[in-house]
Nanobody, 113 residues
Framework: QVQFVESGGGLVQPGGSLRLSCAASGSIINIVLMGWYRQAPGKQRELVAQITRYSGTYYTDSMKGRVTISRDNAKNTVYLQIDNMKPEDTAVYYC???????WGQGTQVTVSS
């Protein structure tokens, strides 16, 4: 099964931006649907964005307009650009395929001044 390693998180001030990367251990060219998720302390994991095999995109309403998901099948990598970050964006961010496989460690995003 393909595994995913997230990176690019860190501490950012409100209004700032981050670009998260999701590196797959194998080919993703035939994975129909990839997604980014997040989990804040004490809360359930939630969907942030999804992208199809041919780069059709879907976004959660709460973050629509602030996030952009993209994929590079040749590099086996999926990206998440987050702009105008808010404190409520603080969470561990994960990527995965659908149907969902195993979860990686995620990457911590902290939005604070």
């Amino acid at each position: 099964q393909v595994q995913f390693v997230e990176s690019g998180g860190g501490l950012v001030q409100p209004g700032g931006s981050l670009r998260l990367s999701c590196a797959a251990s194998g080919s993703i060219i035939n994975i129909v649907l990839m997604g980014w998720y997040r989990q804040a302390p004490g809360k359930q994991r939630e969907l942030v964005a999804q992208i199809t095999r041919y780069s059709g995109t879907y976004y959660t309403d709460s973050m629509k307009g602030r996030v952009t998901i993209s994929r590079d099948n040749a590099k086996n990598t999926v990206y998440l650009q987050i702009d105008n970050m808010k404190p409520e964006d603080t969470a561990v961010y994960y990527c995965n395929q659908l149907p969902v496989g195993s979860w990686g460690q995620g990457t911590q995003v902290t939005v604070s001044s």
